[in-house]
């Protein structure tokens, strides 16, 4: 699996953005995908998720102002992104779960596509 995530810029507070993260190679074996912001010297914080079966959450600090989607045929994932504050600010990575079973013991492996910067002005 490849994730590439785009999107990413300079937006004054109040303003919007929409992420996108195509995916391709071995895409049926993913159960699940999100979005994930880092900032200097912190550690990669989760900011939305969502199943193959359509099942979303999103962090508490996001709720009400980015929703998390994906669009099957287009094999990309979204992160709409309003009311953006300069909190908001970090490097945005988009991660994919690939999901394989063997021997009745389900393994996950993560990857992760490379960041893409959101700066949010005050």
């Known amino acids: 699996v490849q994730l590439q995530a785009s999107g990413g810029g300079l937006v004054q507070a109040g303003g919007s953005m929409r992420l996108s993260c195509v995916i391709s190679g071995n895409i049926g074996s993913i159960h699940a995908m999100g979005w994930y912001r880092q900032t200097p010297g912190k550690q990669r914080d989760l900011v939305a998720t969502i199943t193959n079966g359509g099942t979303k959450n999103h962090a508490d600090s996001v709720k009400g102002r980015f929703t998390i989607s994906r669009d099957s045929y287009a094999n990309t994932m979204y992160l709409q992104m309003n009311s953006l504050k300069p909190e908001d600010t970090g490097v945005y990575y988009c991660?994919?779960?690939?999901?394989?079973?063997?021997?009745?013991?389900?393994?996950?492996?993560?990857?992760w596509g490379q960041g893409t910067l959101v700066t949010v002005s005050s």
């Open positions: 991660n994919a779960v690939r999901t394989v079973v063997r021997a009745g013991i389900t393994y996950n492996y993560p990857t």
